[in-house]
């Protein structure tokens, strides 16, 4: 399974990150379908130039033509004036295997549950926090998604 091959390389690459988006929404236990997986990590350059070279010895390339070194030296540009959220790779030979980094957001700020699932444990964004992270997004699928999470915590 392509994201437990992920959750590999990155720990393979020591890159801390958690998973955020609809594959957290649906590790916590909320219904929930997706194709791409979404992740934040921690901001240093050492760990976007490490999550680039783990995405790419998966077969991932990035949807823009930037390295790790020029998304970590212009992201805030890249956010406040090109709004840009998410630095995205897909694997040209398998377009279901995407992974988009969440630029937005710094891991050393977000608290992380760590899941069992298929005999790993993977760090997941903590359901507070994920929810905060929806509600700043605002999409239909967002609102979706913080509803279900609400239902888990009563």
């Given at each position: ?25 649906a590790l916590h236990g909320a219904v929930r379908g997706t194709v791409d997986i979404d992740i934040v990590i921690r901001t240093a350059k050492r760990h976007y130039l490490a999550a680039e070279a783990a995405l790419r010895s998966l077969g991932l390339t990035p949807r823009l033509p930037v390295s790790a070194a ?85």
């Amino acid at each position: 399974m392509f994201l437990y091959e992920l959750v590999d390389a990155m720990h393979k690459a020591e890159v801390p990150f958690a998973i955020v988006g609809g594959y957290a929404v649906a590790l916590h236990g909320a219904v929930r379908g997706t194709v791409d997986i979404d992740i934040v990590i921690r901001t240093a350059k050492r760990h976007y130039l490490a999550a680039e070279a783990a995405l790419r010895s998966l077969g991932l390339t990035p949807r823009l033509p930037v390295s790790a070194a020029e998304v970590f030296g212009f992201r805030e540009e890249y956010i406040k004036n090109r709004n840009l959220i998410a630095w995205s790779f897909l694997n040209p030979a398998d377009p279901t295997q995407v992974v988009d980094i969440i630029i937005t957001h710094d891991l050393t700020k977000l608290r992380i549950t760590n899941i069992r699932s298929g005999g790993r444990t993977l760090p997941v964004l903590a359901i507070a926090d994920l929810i905060a992270m929806k509600k700043a997004g605002g999409r239909p699928q967002d609102l979706e998604d913080i509803r279900a999470l609400e239902e888990l915590q009563k």
